[in-house]
Nanobody, 114 residues
Framework: QVQLVESGGGLVQPGGSLRLSCAAS????????MSWYRQALGKQRELVAD???????NYADSVKGRFTISRDNSKRTVYLQMNSLKPEDTAVYYC????????WGQGTQVTVSS
């Protein structure tokens, strides 16, 4: 059974930082491209960042220079370090694993507010 479990969300003030984690089980993790998506209330889900099996990264323009995606294959975990957070970063953040099949996590809420 495939599971992607996100953690690390919460409430943070503007300018603050959070680190999200997504722990995977049931997949050969190192073969998968891992992605972070987010969905704000009333908006479509959008790609935030992804990291290939080889370690290449890609970021949405809105988060470049503020967010960093990384992976630890030995821990079967992908991370999203989020710095200089803005209110517009408020959303539910989802982890996605892509290879021959796609899998999604259940999401973790990030709220940026003073």
């Amino acid at each position: 059974q495939v599971q992607l479990v996100e953690s690390g969300g919460g409430l943070v003030q503007p300018g603050g930082s959070l680190r999200l984690s997504c722990a995977a089980s049931g997949i050969f993790f190192r073969l998968y491209t891992m992605s972070w998506y987010r969905q704000a209330l009333g908006k479509q889900r959008e790609l935030v960042a992804d990291i290939s099996s080889g370690g290449s990264t890609n970021y949405a323009d809105s988060v470049k220079g503020r967010f960093t995606i990384s992976r630890d294959n030995s821990k079967r975990t992908v991370y999203l370090q989020m710095n200089s957070l803005k209110p517009e970063d408020t959303a539910v953040y989802y982890c996605k694993a892509v290879h021959l099949s796609d899998y999604w996590g259940q999401g973790t809420q990030v709220t940026v507010s003073s």
